[in-house]
């Protein structure tokens, strides 16, 4: 395992006070977040685990800015949090790369938020091509890639802003459990390299306690938490972990489930 050279940590702090939201429905109201107060401290990694339709996607694109909760606050360190803004960057479990761009070019789009482009943009897409392993695959379309080479793709384009909070919806549900496995460890280097926060959902246990701080459990729609999992456990962690084998229990028991789980949304 390669040492990791810290960055200073630019995480920013998350504060989700009281929130709860609701849909409507064909003239119902659809309730979909509790009464949810959480917090990611700055550098943070932040996993939360629900039941399939529970409201954890709906979460997250409140914490993105994408829309607003019906009632409570959500503040960035400690102010409050209105619209999206490129300190906080959401990656998808489908990569969504422009199939008509190159890997260079669509990692590039990262870096074009505004009119300019910065001087300095041709090192920082090839430094962070590089940083994820895909500097021969610069010129490749989308669909000469592997899924975890698009997922990658993905997350270069994602991180070459900088982000102070990477927002993770199931990023990494749609590989092969091999694939999986090593992308998990990637992406903790990544954030334990480059020092943002971190906000993931996951329906995969195991992959929650491998890679979090602190795992979140909700309950079935609407979401409320049910209790959270401090994971106070060195990295990089092993499966084998008996440590880590004991929390998977707790948390499957928790979630209700012996051994299953949702299917991937
Ligand atoms: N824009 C929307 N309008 C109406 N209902 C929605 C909308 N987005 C999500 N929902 C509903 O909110 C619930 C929670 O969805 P979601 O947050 O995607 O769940 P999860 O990510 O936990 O699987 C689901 O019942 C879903 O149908
Ligand atoms: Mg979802």
Redesign the pocket.
Known sequence: MASISQQPNRGLELNVANVSHQ???HGKT?P?LNQVSLNVRAGEFVALL??????????L?LVAGLDLPTSGDITEDGVALVAPAPSRVVVFQDPTLYPWRTVYDNVGLGLQTGKKVPTDARSRIEGILQRVGLTEFATAWPSQLSGGMAQRAALARALINHPRLLIL?EPLGKLDSLTRIHMQRELVDLWREQRFSALM?THDVEEALLMANRVII?SP?P?AIIDTIVVDLPYPRRRSDPRLTALRTQALALLGAESTL?EP?
Do not use: I, N, Q
């Not at 629900?50 to 979460?59: Q, R």
């Open positions: 849909f409507y429905l659809l979909v629900g039941p399939s339709g529970c409201g954890k996607s709906t979460l694109r919806d959902v909700f729609r979401a949702e949304t």
